[in-house]
């Protein structure tokens, strides 16, 4: 154990901080640092993530996952979908985290968040063999539950764990709920938007699969593929509202929805991201050539352009 003592003054008469590197004395073992800060007769016990806690859970993520892996190739291509999938939206939340300024703190939350906010999915398809929440279960209240029946969580500061949790449980969300604030808010909106970079690169690459040789496409196509678009899917969309994916009644209907998603994008580095990629103008030909889906992509411009040049003045 080591200890470094500093004094605070001014509108604080004396403040102590006490490093511990390991288990401090009559404390459960922590794997990170340990900040004791004393006023007069106040203490406070303040714990901060350190990098091998992430490189911990990172080891069990990947053991838990493979768990679910077998003989069966259909099962197999699904759940390595969302292990790349959790990788890749790691990638994302850090450099949106980085453009943002956040402290290294915040980064190491974030990733942890971004790397468990699907690990719902891995039981889900386990029993129910699809991905479609309605017809299955919430697969972010079943990853909270998966964090909490296997300690996941168990040696983070008390709040820092209760943020990963409410992300988790918050990222499918329509929208994320008013009693939801701080904290816990900031990684809820940072996974929110990571999440949709990359699932737009995901279904971007399963749309062109499945056009291309639909008979030998392995993923799950979770509605109908028919023509055309439900009605008031479309006019949410156009009118700038999300879709609840309990109305989407066809592929295309859920083209559209996930098209709509970029009026939920938080942070104007994340909306910069997403049209620089130039996801959306390839998802937009994977729908019918009609004038209401050109309205649809008129109406998504210039509400981007809006919002990147109002963020630049």
Not at 6 to 32: E, W, Y
Request: aromatic residues 10%; proline residues 4%.
């Amino acid at each position: 154990m080591f200890r470094n003592h500093f004094i605070i003054s001014k509108s604080i008469h004396l403040g102590i901080f006490q490093v511990f590197g390991r288990k401090p004395p009559g404390k459960r073992r922590i794997f990170g640092i340990h900040w004791r800060l004393c006023f007069s007769s106040l203490c406070l016990d303040i714990w901060f993530m350190e990098q091998d806690q992430v490189e911990r859970i990172r080891v069990w993520f990947d053991e838990y996952t493979s768990r679910f892996l077998g003989d069966d190739e259909v099962v197999n291509a699904h759940l390595r979908l969302k292990q790349e999938h959790a990788a890749r939206t790691c990638e994302e939340i850090l450099l949106l985290a980085e453009q943002l300024g956040l402290d290294e703190n915040q980064k190491r939350i974030a990733e942890v968040v971004a790397l468990m906010h699907d690990v719902g999915r891995f039981p889900q398809f386990a029993e129910y063999r699809t991905f479609h929440d309605p017809t299955s279960v919430d697969h972010c209240a079943l990853g909270v539950a998966v964090l909490r029946e296997q300690g996941v969580l168990e040696g983070l500061a008390a709040r820092e764990a209760q943020w990963v949790e409410t992300a988790v449980a918050c990222h499918g969300r329509k929208v994320i709920p008013s009693g939801v604030t701080g904290p816990a808010l900031l990684f809820s909106k940072l996974i929110r938007d990571a999440d949709k970079i990359d699932i737009f690169r995901v279904v971007l690459e399963n749309y062109r699969g499945y056009r291309e040789n639909p008979d030998t496409f392995l993923l799950e196509i979770e509605l109908p593929d028919e023509p055309g678009c439900s009605r008031d899917v479309l006019e949410a969309v156009l009118n700038g509202e999300l879709v609840d994916s309990r109305r989407l009644r066809t592929l295309n209907d859920m083209k559209l929805c996930q098209l709509g998603w970029v009026y939920d994008m938080n942070f104007t580095p994340a909306l910069q991201r997403l049209k620089e990629l130039g996801f959306l103008d390839d998802i937009f030909e994977c729908l019918p050539q009609t004038p209401d889906i050109a309205r649809v992509r008129e109406g998504i411009l210039i509400y981007i352009d809006a919002r990147l040049a109002g963020d630049a003045k």
